[in-house]
């Protein structure tokens, strides 16, 4: 057990961050949504009776959300109403209200003094949404501030509680010349506002060529002198010595002037807040109390149970982020003084100005860094989550943005989130998710589809694609980018857009809802969303290994050796965690499990720190830690020579030696293995017999997500990438893939369809132990779900019927018949069956496939009206003897919105009831919907637009309905030339080639 207080006078980081996460568990029940108490809330609601209701109908506090942008409080309460009710009805969960408002280039239209951020029309509208949220069931979260980083209208920038910067000047003086003048003063100037600048150092240290870099200038730590008490008014008078050239630096202390994005939002102008001290969060929280939370809005808040949210941590500085007590939390937590650091610390617009030697220059700023971590998660996040709770609301945010541990951030936030634009790759989603489930948390959001230059083109499909991936790197949460308030001042058809036209063009998509014709179709997308969400909210997140991070960063893009970029492709998990993950309660080893009531991981992975040059470092606190979990029997592998190890920040007298010693402990141990070369990770795993819960024999670009539940392991499975630029494109797949229930030998496996909530056990598959191992074929970016469980699970009628363990048919599936065998042509099937025995069926006759040679189409041409939100839809019929997309046909080149195909196909006289078809659409863009014979067909994979018609089918004529619903980007091309005229016109509509593939089956 470790003290509560450190070795260097500091509170430990078990104390800190257990302290903030236990006050973060506690609280989890109150972000279920009033109103969804008729709603099931997860598995538990329909395990009671054995029923899939959880999935099939997924609650509301599960389902996709919407960022919702306001032009600040120039809203009309009764459209506020309108668009919850469009939210709700169109099978969303909830929205976040957002003051953001980039597309207005006039502010003053805004009128904030009236209708700002905070004003009594913004609360007006905010009581509106709430109470309206309330009667539907949704969540509503609110930012801290307007746009972002979080600010208020009580805080100038010379206060206190405004975010502060460590400016720097300096000047060289040659050897032994005396220099005689005022303080060199700041490089930059202070930002508008700025009046006050207090100075808080100078000091003189001599150049050191040996200790430069490209960008740096050396400089000898040894030689680093307090020149502070030497200034006077008059200046500073200082001969240096003769022993080479000198450099003096002065460092200013000030306000650094930061306003939220896009202001002014109120009047007065709202500034950002000290992010790293409790000033700063009073500010915030004092703002709200004595200005906007009356009791009504308590009241509400209290009963719609959503969360304040923070986006990304975006403090502006062309200096170093600064609070006024960092130098006294520097030395508590490292025991020496900050001051004769700073010059390897100060920032010149980003770049690092001058450097000591290499390893001490990188362990001070690491001891700042994870200074700076301390005092956000302490004063920043802990701080504002204690407060949110107070209210019976929870904190959701976006932890990075600074050079903090995210990670750690991650297990203190009720709910962690990341964003599919700024991160680089599924690892910046990875690190986060090791924070929340080694906190126990269980959610983790994600800001979806902004894509910049896409607004109006933004199709579903990308985003489906984009978040694939993100889902089996640990996301379960969708809160989508966005849904913009109907109108606001110098907004065009089709409405206000908050971020476009962003500088004259189309900025970040997408603004959903019923301005777009797609909106017709979103109930599918939601309901997709939902019952993914759902599934991955239940119970508890499995990975196969941590991996450990000296530095959690995150929105890095930055990976793990093998793991990233071999592991995966043959169906390794991974997490991250960084050191104070540590020190949490669920930080114990139990049957060879890191966490073994949480992600259970079955191994630990260390390497090099990559932030830091790939320096096999590790704190000894960590190293002790990582002894312990080795010596309670976790697996260990070693990538580096960590029998050289260095600690990550400026040891003290002899840690170096008592790092090396713990080291060597943990390296003799037989469970620990040390490698050189990351080739050699994956021998070494296997070595320590450690092997994934999925595997494929071939290396592939399916990616998994795994959760385990009281009677159900739950498999995602998703034909994804790591991150939209990966290159080249992800191609189909089509391959065994074998799963391992943690439930017992008797699992038995079942697919969830997320588009149409149905559970059917699947039909063909062998098991060995309690390995299940089966065909998976996927299109990019499609996605399945498997839950291995008992006979019967979710409501499953077949029980504990025989499966087939191979076949000669096409297909073997279980339909409402029982086991049946499927096949494009006539013919005898052998099928070999788990019982043993080897059963034949005889198929008839199959007609060929079936594509139909004339469409009549009527499209629904969405055009600007007389006002900005309203549309004008022009009808318009045609025939096309062959499909195109609408930009190839000269009376659609320039449409968009709704087209209805149809088209009549015959089939034979001899179908029957052994006979039926799938549907086979080819290119459809965007959402559709098919119905033949009058009936709807299920909703359609997206990603895959092939659908069962065969119930719906009858001998003779049939008639066949695609309903395909377009962004509007080729529409406002020519509405709107000055903004959208630069775009090429998309390929929108019904493109195919359509076909019907007639098929036979029988039961076995």
Known sequence: MHELVSQRGGMSRRAVLAAAVAAGVTATAVATPPGAAALPTGPAAGRADGSARWFTDPARSVRPKFRWWWPDGLVDPDEVAREIDQIADAGFGGAEIAAVHHSIRDKSLLDTAHHGWGSGSWRDGVEAALRRAVRRGLTIDLTLGPSWPVAVPSVTPDDAAAAQELAHGHTAVAAGATYRGPVPA?????????????????????????????????????????????????????????????????????????????????????????????????????????????????????????????????????????????????????????????????????????????????????????????????????????????????????????????????????????ESL???????????????????????????????????????????????????????????????????????????????????????????????????????????????????????????????????????????????????????????????????????????RLAPEGPAYKALFVEGDFFYGSAPTLALDDARRILGFAQAGLPVVLLGAFDQALTPGVPAAGETERLRDVLARLMALPGVVRVTEKTAVGDALAELGVTPDVRHSVPSTLLNAHRATADADYYYLVNGKHAETVKPPVAAIDHEVTLRSTRGRDAVPHLLDPWTGRVVRVGRYTQDGRDVTFRVALRPGQALVVALGRPGLLGDRHGNRPHALSSEADEVLFTERGLTVRAAAAGTYRTRLSQGRTVTTTLPAVPGPIEPGRWRVEVEDWRPGDRPTRTEKEHRTLTLDTLLPWSSIPELEDCAGIGRYRTTVTLPGDWSAAHGAVLELGQVADTFRVRVNGRDADPVDRLDPVVDVGPLLRRGANTIEIEVATPLVNRLRVSRPEVFGGLARQEYGLVGPVRLVPYAQRTV
Not at 285 to 314: C, I, N, P, Q
Not at 317 to 331: K, M
Not at 438 to 454: I, K
């Open 422 to 592: 700024g991160f680089k790759n599924l690892d910046d989603y990875r690190c986060l998710a090791g924070g929340r489930d080694m906190a126990g948390h269980t959610v983790l959001s994600c800001e979806a589809g902004a894509y910049n230059g896409s607004a109006y083109s933004t199709t579903w499909d990308r985003v489906l694609r984009t978040m694939g991936g993100a889902y089996a790197a640990g996301v379960n949460q969708t809160v989508m980018h966005g849904f913009s308030h109907a109108s606001a001042p110098e907004a065009q058809w089709p409405g206000f857009a908050a971020f476009s036209p962003y500088n004259g063009a189309p900025g970040y998509g997408e603004s959903w809802g019923p301005r777009q014709p797609t909106w017709r179709h979103a109930g599918d997308i939601a309901g997709y969303l939902g019952r993914v969400h759902a599934v991955l909210q239940s119970g508890t997140a499995r990975a196969d290994v941590a991996v450990f991070r000296q530095t959690g960063y995150t929105a890095t893009g930055i990976g793990a050796s093998w793991f990233t970029s071999t592991g995966v492709p043959l169906g390794w998990t991974h997490q991250f965690l960084s050191g104070p993950l540590l020190d949490l309660p669920n930080a114990t080893v139990s049957g060879g």
């Open 186 to 418: 700041p490089v930059h100037e202070a930002a508008s506002g700025v009046r006050a600048q207090r100075l808080l150092a100078v000091q003189a240290a001599r150049v050191d060529p040996a200790n430069s870099t490209r960008k740096e200038t050396g400089l000898d730590p040894d030689s680093v002198r307090d020149l502070t008490d030497t200034v006077t008014d008059e200046g500073l008078t200082w001969t240096a010595p003769a022993d080479g050239e000198w450099m003096l630096i002065s460092y200013w202390q000030r306000g650094s002037g930061q306003q939220p994005e896009s202001g002014p939002h109120s009047a007065p102008a709202a500034f950002v807040v000290d992010h790293l001290s409790a000033a700063g969060t009073t500010a915030v929280t004092d703002y709200w109390e004595r200005h906007v939370l009356t009791g009504s809005l308590r009241r509400l808040l209290k009963a719609a149970g959503g969360a304040f949210f923070e986006d990304s941590v975006e403090l502006e500085s062309e200096a170093l982020v600064w609070t006024a007590r960092l130098p006294e939390a520097f030395e508590r937590r490292t025991g020496r003084p900050l001051l004769p650091c700073l010059p390897a610390l100060v920032l010149d617009d980003s770049d690092q100005v001058f450097a000591f030697e290499a390893q001490q220059t990188r362990q001070i700023r690491h001891d700042f860094w994870a200074t700076v971590s301390d005092l956000f998660n302490r004063h920043h996040v802990g701080a504002l989550k204690d407060w949110a709770h107070s209210l019976g609301m929870t904190l959701r945010a976006q932890p990075y943005g600074l050079q903090t541990d995210a990670i750690a951030t991650a297990a203190i936030l009720d709910i962690a989130e990341g």
